[in-house]
């Protein structure tokens, strides 16, 4: 079974930064698609970024382009820079694998979570 381990969330002012890892394990994910969910308080979970399994396609939503890059570094891990952090950013972050690259449904694996919380 994979397993995806998120780290690297916490507490930034606004305006700051923060790198999200994902690390997986189980299975080599080299033809998977990874990227990041979140979901604030009270609110439904939203796509954030998806990077394709050789790493040459990304695709982000429109609240995020722009101020996050998503990378990928080797089959089984994937990283998620966020710059020009907004209040509106805080939320549990969320790693995704998925066997198709897609940014709605439910996706094949995801993590436990991490949160991020931007302060104004």
């Known amino acids: 079974q994979v397993q995806l381990v998120e780290s690297g969330g916490g507490l930034v002012q606004a305006g700051g930064s923060l790198r999200l890892s994902c690390a997986a394990s189980?299975?080599?994910?080299?033809?998977?698609?990874m990227g990041w969910c979140r979901q604030a308080p009270g609110q439904e979970r939203e796509f954030v970024a998806i990077?394709?399994?050789?790493?040459?396609?990304t695709f982000y939503a429109d609240s995020v382009k722009g101020r996050f890059t998503i990378s990928r570094d080797g089959a089984n891990t994937v990283s998620l820079q966020m710059d020009s952090l907004k209040p509106d950013d805080t939320a549990v972050y969320y790693c995704?694998?998925?066997?198709?690259?897609?940014?709605?449904?439910?996706?094949?694996?995801w993590g436990q979570g991490t949160q991020v919380t931007v302060s104004s």
């Open positions: 995704t694998a998925d066997a198709s690259m897609r940014i709605e449904g439910v996706y094949d694996f």
């Open positions: 189980g299975r080599t994910l080299s033809t998977y698609a």
């Open positions: 990077i394709s399994g050789d790493g040459d396609r």
